[in-house]
């Protein structure tokens, strides 16, 4: 998906809702059978065509990790070494990025920082300088600054999102997707 955003900075919101019900499907059932992801980001989101609809398609299921609760816990296919960070940095929880317990909250994270990147076209917080830049509270950069005449539904929807805490934000990959229709307007979501 990258090569598309890099072409035209912002998609469209009835491209982007597109997306989103694509990735938040894939994310939902991926959560329903107990694996989180670990690096949702634009690069490992495809756009395809089939039959001339447009479909969105998550790959790199490399860093797959096993949710407590399901299965065995730590299956030696799906351990990762306590302390160890993987992923990509600018994408993580901030619970992820201090080593909390492994949530699907981690992957519905990067998933509206995508969706902040589709609307607005840029990435939601100031690039980090530091490590405690990331795990510290970061200021969601205002989408009205970024796109003008942005709805007022859009920044909530980002600031509930985006949180610095799991508690206010969506709680599994539907609720997000839904959040995000109701803040692109029913229109569009209709279109869509």
Not at 62 to 69: M, N, S
Not at 103 to 129: K, N, S, T
Not at 170 to 191: D, H, K, M, N, T
């Amino acid at each position: 998906m990258r090569l598309q955003v890099r072409r035209a900075p912002r998609l469209e919101v009835r491209r982007a809702l597109a997306v989103m019900r694509g990735v938040c499907a894939a994310t939902s059932a991926a959560h329903q059978r107990g694996l989180l992801h670990r690096d949702l980001k634009p690069e490992n989101i495809f756009l395809c065509r089939s039959g001339g609809e447009e479909a969105a398609k998550i790959l790199d299921f490399g860093l797959v990790k096993q949710l407590p609760g399901f299965g065995k816990e730590q299956s030696d296919s799906l351990a990762t070494t306590a302390g160890v960070l993987v992923g990509t940095l600018k994408y993580m929880a901030p619970e992820q990025l201090r080593g909390g317990r492994p949530a699907p909250g981690w992957d519905l994270w990067a998933l509206a920082i995508v969706a902040y990147e589709m609307l607005v076209g840029a990435y939601p917080f100031a690039l980090p300088r530091e490590m405690a830049d990331l795990i510290g509270p970061r200021a969601l950069e205002p989408v009205c600054r970024q796109v003008a005449g942005a709805p007022a539904a859009w920044q909530e929807f980002f600031e509930n999102a985006l949180s610095p805490d799991p508690a206010k934000r969506p709680i599994s990959a539907q609720a997000l997707l839904e959040g995000f229709r109701r803040a692109v307007g029913e229109e569009a979501a209709l279109r869509a």
